[in-house]
């Protein structure tokens, strides 16, 4: 009984399983990482944000007003 094949599949699966979630937990944790980083990265530095500039983005309608 102890060495029954269903059983001994059932540990191979959850040992897979294990491993599988500690990969997923351990890129979550590196992904969520990144992002903090940049996160603190464009609070120290707000040229880095979407919007780097706001006169620059402004720049091109007011050349099309001027003609």
């Known amino acids: ?4 094949p269903s059983i001994q599949d059932n540990r191979r699966t959850l ?3 294990e491993t599988q979630c500690k990969l997923f937990a351990a890129a ?3 992904l ?3 992002i903090h980083k ?6 120290r530095n707000p040229s880095k ?3 780097s ?11 099309i007003s001027k003609r």
């Open 1 to 4: 009984m102890k060495n029954h």
């Open 38 to 43: 940049e996160d603190t990265q464009s609070r």
């Open 49 to 51: 944000t979407f919007v």
């Open 15 to 17: 040992r897979r399983r």
């Open 28 to 30: 979550f944790v590196t």
């Open 53 to 63: 500039n706001p006169t620059r983005v402004a720049k091109p309608t007011g050349a």
């Open 32 to 34: 969520i990482g990144e």
